[in-house]
């Protein structure tokens, strides 16, 4: 299934852009539960190797409000997506903010370390390792974020690209329930 917006998982090569899906326009979240920080699904749990080799777990950013972005290089509205990720991260980082990246990159780790540099990311990117995806219901299109309370509980959902505006809002929402 292909959400407007968004990339096939399982694509293998870069994609071959249309003139109508150069222009990407934003979807509707999608929410897995209602906004808060006790009433949400937990988060699953998990421990990957960031692109130097370092365990990363979930766990680590506990208090903190995470967003967790499924991705990939070859995919244009991750790609998209990547400048606000980078932005919001630098502006709330030191309010509570934690931002994760989880590639779906199947050209392994030099790909995503190239993309990283090129973009000089800050936070942690881990690949994934086929299991993570699952846990969190199974990625069938990307970009797929998530954005996980002070709690460790999901509170949306995003499938397909957003504005910086739509995952602020919800940001500093949360951010205002954890103090």
């Known amino acids: 299934m292909l959400i407007t917006g968004g ?5 293998t090569e870069p994609a071959q852009q249309t003139e109508a899906e150069a222009e990407i326009k934003p979807t509707q979240p999608i929410a897995d539960s209602t906004p808060s920080t006790t009433g949400g699904k937990p988060a699953p749990a998990f421990t990957l190797q960031d692109l130097n080799g370092k365990n990363v777990s979930l ?3 506990q208090g903190k409000v ?3 972005d499924f991705w990939a ?9 990547i400048p606000h990720f980078i932005e919001l991260y630098e ?3 030191d309010k509570g903010l934690a931002m994760v990246g989880i590639s779906l990159d199947r050209e392994g780790v030099g790909v995503v370390k ?13 690949m994934t ?3 993570v995806d699952k846990a969190f219901g199974g990625i069938t ?5 998530f954005l996980i309370d002070s709690a460790g509980n999901i509170s949306k959902k995003y499938v397909g690209y957003n504005s910086k505006a739509v995952f602020e809002a919800d940001i500093k929402k949360l951010l205002a329930e954890a103090k």
């Not at 190239?114 to 881990?126: G, N, R």
């Open 114 to 126: 190239a993309f990283v540099q090129k973009y000089q990311i800050k936070y942690p990117i881990m």
């Open 7 to 11: 990339c096939k998982k399982n694509k």
């Open 66 to 68: 995470v967003v967790l």
């Open 129 to 131: 390792d086929g299991k």
């Open 141 to 145: 299109s990307i970009p797929t974020t």
């Open 59 to 61: 766990a680590d950013f």
């Open 73 to 81: 290089t070859w995919c244009p509205p991750c790609v998209k997506e």
């Open 91 to 93: 502006q709330y980082k």
